[in-house]
T-cell receptor, first 113, second 116 residues
């Protein structure tokens, strides 16, 4: 059974540009969450989507948006990129309320120059 | 808001020895869940172990065990018989449920280095 897949694995963008990151959850998982991990820190929650609806949003500006598709895959969009957006972006899928936590993908390393 | 504190930025251990990674948490919710994840240099967060606030026994998963002290609000990870492949970042996290959403709140992590 395939795990959580994220694409692309690495990305370099220029300040002011737009970026789209993609995530495919584990089959059967309807909840997808996005996290941002800057160097030297733990991941910070950005969004949770469940059944195609936004269920939660972290303390991130409106430049960050996301959506979930009927097949439960998800996209994270970031507009007007800033240098501070450089980070590892992690996608996690889960069964809501699962004691087995979240299954994470390997992440997308975004570098903004 | 919930908070996770990991006070050890780095830890060193000899191969085959045991090591304890510290985690304290703060929450006012009576029901909560605590997780430990391993993050190798590749970046993927790998689930290790889970402890529920109402679980009567400390969780164990193979070489991993959780020393859960509810009154002290601590959930330390114990790795027995360390292996070179255990070298990685380790994160303690708490599940926060609010108004229909749930998320993980992470600590800053501990970098574990296993020496041969």
């Amino acid at each position: 059974d395939a795990g959580v897949t994220q694409s692309p694995t690495h990305l370099i963008k220029t300040r002011g540009q737009h970026v789209t990151l993609r995530c495919s959850p584990i089959s059967g998982h309807k909840s997808v969450s996005w996290y941002q991990q800057v160097l030297g820190q733990g991941p910070q929650f950005i969004f949770q989507y469940y059944e195609k609806e936004e269920r939660g949003r972290g303390n991130f500006p409106d430049r960050f948006s996301a959506r979930q598709f009927p097949n439960y895959s998800s996209e994270l969009n970031v507009n007007a990129l800033l240098l501070g957006d450089s980070a590892l972006y992690l996608c996690a899928s889960s069964l809501v309320g699962s004691n087995y936590g979240y299954t994470f993908g390997s992440g997308t390393r975004l570098t903004v120059v | 808001a919930q908070k996770i504190t990991q006070t050890q930025p780095g830890m060193f251990v000899q191969e085959k020895e045991a090591v304890t990674l510290d985690c304290t948490y703060d929450t006012s919710d009576p029901s909560y869940g605590l997780f430990w994840y391993k993050q190798p240099s590749s970046g993927e967060m790998i689930f290790l172990i889970y402890q529920g606030s109402y679980d009567q026994q400390n969780a164990t998963e193979g070489r991993y065990s959780l020393n859960f002290q509810k009154a002290r609000k601590s959930a330390n990870l114990v790795i027995s018989a360390s292996q070179l492949g255990d070298s990685a970042m380790y994160f303690c996290a708490m599940r926060e449920v609010q108004g229909g959403s749930e998320k993980l709140v992470f600590g800053k992590g501990t970098k574990l280095t296993v020496n041969p």
